[in-house]
């Protein structure tokens, strides 16, 4: 495996629904032991894509971060800490759409509080953040086309 976060861009920003899908494809599976840490630095992540939608060409249209989940989160990182990172995503004025995928009980809540904290608390503003669950056993795209994300 990697060093690091093992967090990685697989497409940089871009419309083109085609790549979307073939780096989607080719996506590794990976459990623990095959990065650093034991589970998945969502944090990091955000932070790589966040510094990938920066320094895009294209600086018109919204940005807007997905996010697929599914390996359980890495147990270190703390409630507070996802809380910022959607926190920081709202303040550079970049969504988040996090689609969780298996491990239900162990990440549901954590992504929603990191979901909660990028669309801000409070402001009575539209909600432009989503969490998404695929319940195990029903393909992703029937619920992605009929979800806020699509």
Do not use: W, Y
């Amino acid at each position: 495996g990697q060093g690091g976060t093992g967090a990685e861009l697989l497409v940089s920003p871009t419309d083109d629904m085609g790549k979307i899908l073939a780096a989607l494809h080719g996506v590794p599976t990976r459990g623990p032991g095959d990065s650093a840490s034991s589970g998945v630095d969502i944090p990091a992540s955000v932070q790589v894509a966040s510094l990938a939608l920066k320094h895009r060409r294209n600086k018109n249209g919204a940005q807007r971060v997905v996010v697929f989940v599914g390996s359980p989160l890495d147990a270190s990182i703390e409630s507070r800490t996802l809380q910022r990172a959607g926190r920081q995503l709202k303040k550079n004025n970049v969504a988040i759409d996090v689609i969780c995928m298996g491990e239900h009980e162990t990440n549901e809540s954590r992504l929603q509080e990191l979901v909660d904290a990028a669309n801000g608390t409070g402001d009575g503003g539209e909600r432009t953040c989503n969490l998404v669950t695929i319940p195990a056993g029903v393909l992703p795209s029937d619920v992605l086309v009929s979800s806020p994300i699509i």
